[in-house]
């Protein structure tokens, strides 16, 4: 049996999920509303509250300059890298630069971190396991696209931390979902992973080995394809239709358009289980002659599908892509999974078997697939009688760069850690007395198109034609993860060498003081949760003693005993009251025994005269 | 001499309002569509699709609503506003409180003044909702509710109280003032619209 709980957490662009393995079986967790994911907003509102989930989506577009959405698209980028710039092009909240070159996020005039932000996701699942499981939680399994380099896996680490959990292993969505699909089936197979989720696309073929080895043999998406473009396409057609006939155009009231965004969600979701469906918005808007107007339209699966038949066709265009990249043809795949959200959308369904000529499989489930592979992971890593279900792996290979901008790969993708590898290499100069090593991670054979990660210039070598000095480059990745290389002159020994440590461009400083943040505001939560009760408690019986008040006065009234009990009561439940008002925890708890005992005397005294 | 009885009192004067809003628009049948509708507790009556609604739940400062009457010299407003105040029209106080332009300087004691009704007028909604934790949930059947006499900021509110989240949660995601939600969410209490538990 496994001593400590460890969950696992898809944290999601749109939408995250909890899970843990209990008694055995990997289980979802649902959150207070009931709901198995929860979304992956947070906000503040003008009171300065902080919303997380469910309630910051339903404010998403009326408070939009506040809310954050998506933070996962930013998570671990450069503030100057283009897919930032793509994000905030498409962003309603602000951003700017952060001091280490990263991106921090604007909410009422606040900076974040984008990990603190995602932190704050990250915690709200805490919470839900928490309280599901009625203990404290400490560690968690996390997931990443496969496509994540070290540093956005580094500050989905940090973002861990930041939300009070040791984030004791990383692994890739696209194997999280095929080790849910795989456990306790000891397969080996090939299979394509087909994720489209709310946000994003990721296409994946991996490779299930035996004894644990999940190998992502070609990853693929896009990162701003997602069911909320579908939702955007429904929108569109809501808006002209109700231009059509009112001649007012919706986007122009936040109000109606947060409706709409929350019906055309739901009647994309129910377009997946029946052919039509009805958005009725009442009062959705008023004219100029101060009219209440109402939105009422039928939405049928064959409109849904033909507005949305482009970025399906997108989906399948980048599995072809990806396929032909890695050379594989569609025969070698064995198995389709389905992941996200979209993938219910019957017209995506048939697509994707079209394209893999294959009916896509039935074992997963495509919201809770990844997070409950996550928690199979975390289960393994504590129980000590459970065999290692996953290999950690090296997600994108490392090498260095050589002449011509070419990429040379010292350790492969996918190569298990620790290891080491070395490589000869010569100087490409006449008489050339130094050579600047360029450490990069990536899979592309043009240096350019990889991530550097470090860089470090070794000098003192001795002056030789071209191709006659030998440099030896060494790459070792430690149990931990971190990267050292080293570059030794064979001929007079000389050598540096450089770790490269992944980083979220946060600090240790910055991520110390967030988490006390982050701790602070669970503790007050918490106490608020906590105060929350003791006042229903306190309500609960001043009711009852006020509604005892008239008969207890009647039967003291007849005696010439008690009357002083009475004006004690009184002063109990006076004081009560405030302490309510009050929302003073030490004080309600001291005012609930009170208030109990007085609540016993009365019954006690009531139950005397039947 | 009897004394007289007046509406002077801020939870009278509401209730008048909600009053006035449940007497409106009195149901026409419209073409096609011939059956009267009989909606729960008998508030809601029927109304015809296309039939204007009136705007009872508005609340947006305006000239018809407990604001100044038009009179040939202008009221000082700070007198205006504690002529308001002393009759316990702490909604007449504010809408004229509301019309003076803040940025001006001029009238900071209009804005004082505007500021303590809308903290009484806050109180007093507070205190009639109750408990912020009780969550609202709608009563009448989502195709019944266009025969309400509401506007589209209480259509928006509606579309909020959805039986899961609280009177707190409704005040967080409106993104409204606080006393408007209040106030929106009384009146729907009050016509039988909505409940709370």
Not at chain 1, 276 to 301: D, Y
Not at chain 1, 456 to 484: C, H, M, W, Y
Not at chain 2, 35 to 44: D, F, P, Q, R, S
Request: charged residues 25%; negative net charge.
């Amino acid at each position: 049996m496994a001593s400590e709980k460890v969950i696992g957490i898809d944290l999601g662009t749109t939408n995250s999920c909890v899970a843990i393995v209990e008694n055995g079986t990997p289980t979802v967790i649902p959150n207070r509303g009931g709901y198995k994911t929860t979304p992956s907003m947070v906000a503040v509102t003008e009171a300065g509250k902080r919303l997380v989930g469910h309630i910051a989506k339903r404010q998403a577009i009326t408070n939009a300059e506040n809310t954050v959405y998506a933070a996962k698209r930013l998570i671990g980028r450069k503030w100057h890298s283009a897919q930032v710039r793509n994000a905030i092009a498409t962003s309603s909240y602000r951003t700017v630069e952060g001091p280490h070159n990263d991106v921090r996020i604007v909410l009422r005039e606040k900076e974040y971190s984008v990990p603190e932000i995602s932190a704050m996701v990250l915690q709200e699942m805490r919470v839900i396991a928490e309280d599901y499981l009625g203990e404290p939680i400490a560690k968690a399994v996390v997931t990443v696209p496969a496509y994540f380099n070290d540093n956005q896996r580094q500050a989905t680490r940090d973002a861990g931390e930041i939300a009070g959990l040791e984030v004791i292993r990383i692994i890739n969505e696209p194997t999280a979902a095929a080790l849910s699909y795989g456990y306790g089936r000891n397969l080996e197979k090939t299979v394509a992973v087909y994720d489209f989720g709310g946000g994003t696309f990721d296409i994946s073929i991996l490779e299930i080995g035996q004894n644990g080895v999940f190998k992502v043999i070609a990853t693929a998406g896009d990162t701003f394809l997602g069911g909320e473009d579908i939702d955007a396409r429904v929108i569109d057609w809501l808006v002209q239709e109700f231009k059509k006939e009112h001649g007012i155009d919706l986007r122009q009231d936040r109000m109606a358009l947060q409706r709409l965004k929350d019906a055309a969600e739901k009647a994309k979701c129910e377009l997946s289980s029946v052919r039509e469906t009805e958005v009725n918005l009442p009062f959705i808007i008023s004219s100029g002659r101060n009219e209440a107007l109402h939105l009422q339209k039928v939405i049928t699966r064959p409109l849904l599908e033909q507005l949305s038949t482009d970025l399906v066709e997108r989906t399948i265009d980048i599995c072809r892509q990806t396929l032909a990249d890695a050379e594989l043809h569609t025969d070698e795949i064995e198995e389709v999974l389905l992941v996200g959200g979209m993938t219910r959308m019957p017209r995506i369904h048939l697509a994707v078997a079209e394209f893999f000529r294959r009916e896509p499989s039935k074992g997963v489930h495509p919201d809770e697939c990844v997070a409950l592979g996550a928690s199979i992971q975390g289960y393994a890593l504590v129980d000590e009688s459970q065999e290692m279900v996953l290999l950690d792996v090296t997600p994108h290979a490392l090498g260095i760069v050589t002449q011509g901008g070419y990429f040379e790969v010292l350790i492969p993708q996918n190569t298990t850690v620790p290891t080491h590898r070395q490589k000869i290499f010569t100087t490409s100069r006449e008489n050339q007395t130094a050579v600047k090593i360029l450490v990069m991670q990536g899979e592309h054979e043009l240096a350019e198109q990889n991530e550097l990660l470090g860089e470090f210039v070794l000098t003192g070598l001795r002056r030789a034609p071209k191709g006659q000095v030998e440099i030896e480059v060494t790459f070792e990745i430690n149990a931990d993860g971190i990267v050292s290389v080293r570059a030794k002159d064979l001929d007079t020994g000389l050598e540096q060498s450089i770790q490269v440590t992944a980083t979220s461009g946060l600090t240790r400083d910055e991520i110390s003081n967030m988490m006390r943040n982050a701790g602070d505001h669970l503790l007050e939560r918490r106490s608020s949760e906590e105060v929350e009760v003791a006042k229903q408690e306190a309500e609960r019986l001043i009711g009852e003693i006020e509604r005892l008040f008239p008969q207890v006065e009647q039967i003291v009234a007849q005696s010439d005993f008690g009357r002083e009990a009475i004006e004690k009561a009184r002063a109990v439940v006076d004081r009560a009251k405030i302490a309510v008002e009050k929302r003073d925890l030490a004080s309600l708890k001291e005012q609930i025994e009170g208030l109990a005992r007085t609540q016993r005397m009365f019954k006690g005294v009531v139950a005397k005269t039947l | 001499m009897a004394e007289r009885s007046t509406l002077t009192n801020e939870a009278e004067l509401e209730a008048a309002r909600v009053m006035s809003s449940r007497e409106s628009s009195p149901p026409a049948p419209s073409e096609g569509r011939g059956t009267l509708l009989t909606l729960v507790n008998g508030h809601v009556s029927s109304r015809p699709p296309n039939v204007p609604a009136r705007l009872p739940l508005e609340t947006r400062p305006d000239s018809s609503r407990g604001g100044s009457a038009p009179s040939a010299r202008p009221m000082d407003p700070v007198s205006e506003i504690q002529d308001r105040l002393a009759m316990g029209d702490y909604t007449g106080a504010l809408t004229v409180a509301d019309r003076v332009p803040s940025s001006s300087g001029q009238y900071t004691e209009a804005v004082a003044l505007g500021m303590h009704c809308r903290t009484i007028l806050l109180q007093m909604h507070r205190a009639k909702v109750g408990s912020f934790d009780q969550v609202p949930f709608v009563l009448i059947e989502r195709q019944q509710l266009r025969w309400l006499s509401l506007d589209h900021r209480a259509g928006f509110l509606l579309s909020l109280m959805d039986g899961r989240l609280s009177v707190q949660e409704v005040v967080d995601t409106a993104n409204m003032p606080e006393l408007e939600v209040l106030r929106v969410l009384y009146e729907l209490l009050s016509q039988g619209v909505v409940a709370l538990r």
